[in-house]
T-cell receptor, first 115, second 112 residues
Framework: GAGVSQSPSNKVTEKGKDVELRCDPI?????LYWYRQRLGQGLEFLIY????????KSGLPSDRFSAERTGESVSTLTIQRTQQEDSAVYLC?????????????FGSGTQLSVL | GENVEQHPSTLSVQEGDSAVIKCTYS??????FPWYKQELGKRPQLIID?????GEKKDQRIAVTLNKTAKHFSLHITETQPEDSAVYFC???????????FGTGTKLQVIP
């Protein structure tokens, strides 16, 4: 596709359930980022992938959060035993820049609501 | 780790006036400072960036200034238009270390 695609766009789940969020980066983009955006707040770094390795997982809030990436393609962010404080928009971004932290292209996000 | 603070959180200006958004960062090793614009319901998009070897950069009505000594940088929008209304995020990162740390955002409202 032409841009970063995320699915689902909206997810409503019950507390305690597991959820899986998907990100399809722009073809050829080797770098991929996940961010969390709580209502009215900034972008909170979660994890960064270069290819399918994750050199920086420092932002994952707890061991309930995990992410993986297949090659230089799709990434999934999994949240186990969801809590109400997990409610947020989860944004994915990819980059093809020689310096990947530059020129991030964001997806439209997944709005997660935990009831 | 890096901490980026952004002010103000909201800003209202009359159409045609200028708007200034300020950010400070904590890690003196940071050397790349992008600004992203997020229109309502849309994804953030890069609008301008500056590297630490440059003090100022302009692109039409927007400009960014950087003061490395004080560890702060600012976004300046001149001749504001209604379509400038959005949330603006500043960010900082260190080359070679790919984490990008964002500020908390500024909601800019341009009043026609």
């Amino acid at each position: 596709g032409a841009g970063v695609s995320q699915s689902p766009s909206n997810k409503v789940t019950e507390k305690g359930k597991d959820v899986e969020l998907r990100c399809d980066p722009i073809s050829g983009h080797t770098a991929l980022y996940w961010y969390r955006q709580r209502l009215g707040q900034g972008l909170e770094f979660l994890i960064y992938f270069q290819g399918n390795s994750a050199p920086d997982k420092s932002g994952l809030p707890s061991d309930r959060f995990s992410a993986e990436r297949t090659g230089e393609s799709v990434s999934t962010l999994t949240i186990q035993r969801t809590q109400q404080e997990d409610s947020a928009v989860y944004l994915c971004a990819s980059s093809a820049a020689r310096r990947p932290h530059e020129k991030l292209f964001f997806g439209s996000g997944t709005q997660l609501s935990v009831l | 780790g890096e901490n980026v603070e952004q002010h103000p959180s909201t800003l209202s200006v009359q159409e045609g006036d200028s708007a200034v958004i300020k950010c400070t960062y904590s890690d003196s090793a940071s050397n790349y400072f992008p600004w992203y614009k997020q229109e309502l319901g849309k994804r953030p998009q890069l609008i301008i960036d500056i590297r630490s070897n440059v003090g100022e950069k302009k692109d039409q009505r927007i400009a960014v200034t950087l003061n490395k000594t004080a560890k702060h940088f600012s976004l300046h929008i001149t001749e504001t238009q209604p379509e400038d209304s959005a949330v603006y995020f500043c960010a900082a990162s260190i080359g070679g270390y790919q984490k990008v740390t964002f500020g908390t955002g500024t909601k800019l409202q341009v009043i026609p």
